[in-house]
């Protein structure tokens, strides 16, 4: 037989291997132990591995090395389940087992991830007496690995005998790998204590691990390193696009972008490290201009390049390249499943607003990851779409797949916007259950809650965490603000103050809209002072609009003003508050200055701006300007909406332009509600327009509102119609509506 081993190296094609296939069935050499190997061997090397099962089933007696062969070729060709179904076949079999057969078998256990069978393949290469050979040893530490099972792969490793240079790498890369940078560390100094000279597969693991943890003087120490051991790979571009990503990650762009362009020849990985560098410090459009000088240099991107470069779009909400960039892989054909860039692509199309682009990608994945799933749920949540979102997620769940943290705080927080409060606490029992209640998930739930009213379930949530963030108490100075509860809100923030906690600008905005609620000026500036030596140097138009608010509502004109005048950044939003601060005083002709210095400073105003402006000539009684400014929305792309519409009402009411208020009520493109109505009968009762009310009595027993009715009862009262009056009061008692009592609040302190 042996003189047909070199007959068999001599064959390059199946062509020529089934013509010595058939030369040996003819000759009767097929039945030889080694020819039928070979015969296997070739086959499945060639493609054909439904020729190389023909010839191992028809062969009287395989032996292990035959099963072994087979089993090795299925897993070289990703066929684990096949494999691992072989294995079982042989023990039925066989007694004798060569330990060639576990190395392939331990590899198809972590490639189909079934640890279960991984374990029980262990026990008997233990029972077999092989857990001393050095093969199988390695084999078995890189199964637990994959699998992330650490502890066992840690036993495996302690008690090996011998460990080489491979072993050593592979126990390091696993922590690394699973988010133990620190231990993997620790494992290198101990392998270099132990007297073995670190390689480049050892190395690339250490530099991802000083990456992860920021280590800027390590990475360099690793750097320095290689450099002076001339450390090489068959690949070198693989070690230094990994000194690349380290040093991005641990802030050095400078010195990443000197390797960077110390390399004469880039390659794929080199390119990608350096747009992987620019993202992570937070210089999208400095990735772009990578990639497009990558494409300048003919090197073809792969699709974790193209992962890097959705992400610099996403993150610009560069909509119009972001597309482009989604064309460029179709045309390349560098993800034909998406199953690789789905969720950079949902994210893309997600920051830009384009959720039903979101929903295409995410319909057409074969393999839809958790992180695809969150993404489009949380893009829902965060433009609105609340029921969309959970829509979604009962979809998730019919699909079997589990959620996680960032599911349940979407869907969470979606419920609270919905005030669905039964749905809410199903899924804060689910969370609790399944013991997904990170200090993530609390925060959602603690918002929720106090959206839907029960800010005490909220609060006890609050008490009970272990470990509260600045959101966390954030989250619950707001819920307190939120539900009227304005002296809890206030307290909490005094006591983070006291207790040295950290504080943001958000902490901050909650603490002064809530002394703006409370009109507590003292407060309010005391909350000023601390924000200017507490917050370094802050640059935040919330807030500055927030206090020009604040003091306005608390009746200090002159420092409302003045903060305005400071910032400088101004929105559309603060110059409104500004208008608003001097129209609820009556100073209508600092509002109407505000207003054209606003346009003089071409920032275009929006639906709130006029209808500051609206509500301060209502109150001053300037009606032309009024009627100007309405006119004049359109002029700045605004539509009015009933709410202009009604302020409208109530300045031509005012006064006393009652016949104009009327027909604007009847040309309205919106069904008038009960401000709008009200308005006109205010009007009428100032301006006693009886004839009017009498119009319009048809229309004023269609509303459902507590104002109204108390309005239409005083007004009868004045008139000393007491019969209407008793009328009007016996209606309030049948439909249960109740007058709202009145409160004064002073301030003590």
């Avoid at 790998?177 to 250490?206: C, W």
Wanted: glycine fraction near 6%.
């Amino acid at each position: 037989m042996t003189q047909y081993m070199p007959l068999f190296r001599s064959c390059y094609t199946t062509r020529t291997l089934t013509q010595l296939h058939a030369h040996l069935l003819v000759t009767g050499q097929h039945r030889s132990h080694l020819a039928s190997t070979k015969l296997i061997e070739s086959y499945a090397q060639m493609g054909p591995l439904d020729s190389a099962k023909l010839v191992f089933q028809t062969f009287p007696r395989p032996d292990s090395f035959m099963y072994g062969v087979l089993i090795k070729r299925y897993v070289w060709y990703g066929l684990f389940t096949e494999a691992v179904n072989l294995y079982y076949n042989m023990l039925h079999e066989l007694t004798l087992i060569s330990s060639f057969i576990f190395p392939s078998v331990l590899r198809a256990c972590s490639g189909s991830r079934d640890l279960d069978v991984g374990q029980t393949v262990h026990g008997r290469i233990i029972k077999s007496g092989l857990e001393s050979d050095p093969v199988v040893q390695t084999s078995l530490l890189n199964m637990y690995g994959e699998a992330s099972y650490l502890s066992h792969a840690r036993k495996v490793f302690d008690e090996m005998p011998e460990r080489d240079i491979v072993s050593w790498s592979s126990i390091i890369s696993m922590h690394v790998r699973n988010s133990q940078a620190i231990q993997g560390l620790k494992l290198f100094r101990e392998m270099v204590t132990d007297g073995h000279e670190p390689d480049y597969v050892t190395l690339l693991s250490i530099a991802e691990a000083c990456g992860e943890l920021g280590l800027g003087l390590q990475s360099k120490s690793i750097h320095s390193y290689t450099i002076t051991r001339n450390i090489k790979s068959n690949d070198n571009n693989t070690l230094i696009s990994s000194l690349i990503a380290m040093y991005g990650k641990c802030g050095e762009l400078y010195t990443a972008e000197t390797l960077f362009n110390s390399v004469s020849n880039h390659c794929t990985s080199s390119w990608t490290s350096m747009i992987t560098c620019y993202n992570h410090n937070g210089y999208f459009q400095e990735a772009l201009e990578v990639f497009n000088k990558m494409q300048e240099s003919k090197t073809e991107p792969n699709a974790i390049t193209m992962m890097g470069i959705l992400s610099s779009c996403a993150r610009l909400s560069s909509l119009k390249q972001g597309k482009s960039i989604h064309g460029f892989v179709i045309r390349k054909h560098l993800d034909p499943d998406n199953n690789i860039l789905e969720s950079s692509l949902i994210d893309l199309y997600a920051n830009c607003g384009k959720l039903t682009s979101c929903h295409k990608i995410f319909d057409t994945a074969k393999n839809r990851h958790l992180v695809s799933w969150n993404m489009v749920i949380s893009g829902y949540t965060r433009d609105g779409m609340f029921d969309h979102a959970l829509d979604l997620f009962k979809q998730m769940m019919s699909c079997k797949m589990s959620p996680d943290e960032f599911t349940i705080a979407s869907v969470v927080s979606a419920c609270g916007n919905l005030n669905y409060f039964n749905h809410a606490t199903q899924i804060h029992g689910y969370a609790t259950k399944t013991g997904i209640l990170n200090e993530f998930v609390h925060n959602s739930l603690i918002d929720m809650y106090a959206k839907c009213g029960f800010v005490n379930i909220a609060y006890n949530i609050f008490n009970n965490m272990d470990h509260k963030s600045v959101v966390t108490w954030n989250s619950m100075i707001w819920g307190f603000s939120y539900n009227g509860k304005l002296i809890e809100a206030m307290n909490l923030f005094d006591h983070m103050f006291l207790e040295g906690l950290e504080m943001d600008e958000v902490t901050f905005l909650n603490a002064i809209q809530t002394c703006s609620d409370l009109r507590h000026l003292k407060k309010g500036k005391c909350i000023h002072h601390k924000l200017i030596t507490n917050v370094d140097r802050y640059i935040d138009t919330y807030i500055d609009t927030a206090l020009v608010d604040m003091y306005a509502k608390c009746g200090d004109l002159f420092m409302a003003q003045r903060v305005f005048d400071m910032m400088s950044d101004k929105s559309v939003v603060s110059w409104s508050a500004m208008i608003d601060a001097y129209g609820m005083h009556g100073y209508v002709d600092f509002a109407i200055s505000v207003f054209d210095e606003m346009i003089k400073s071409k920032m275009r105003p929006n639906g709130i701006t006029f209808m500051n402006m609206l509500s301060a000539c209502s109150h001053a009684g300037y009606v032309e300007k009024g009627k100007f400014y309405f006119e004049s929305m359109k002029d700045f792309g605004v539509e009015p909406n009933l709410e202009h519409y009604s302020c409208l009402i109530d300045l031509l009411s005012r006064a006393g332009h009652l016949d104009d208020a009327y027909g604007i009520i009847n040309s309205i493109p919106f069904p008038p509600n009960s401000g709008v109505w009200g308005s006109l009968l205010n009007g009428c009762r100032i301006h006693r327009r009886l004839d009017i009310m009498n119009r319009i009595q048809e229309n004023l027993e269609k509303i459902d509102d507590t104002g109204y009715y108390t309005l239409l009862s005083n007004i009868s009262a004045e008139g000393q119609d007491w019969k209407q009056f008793e009328d009007v009061r016996s209606k309030m008692k049948t439909t249960g509506l109740r007058k709202l009592q009145g409160c004064s609040m002073i301030q003590t302190r």
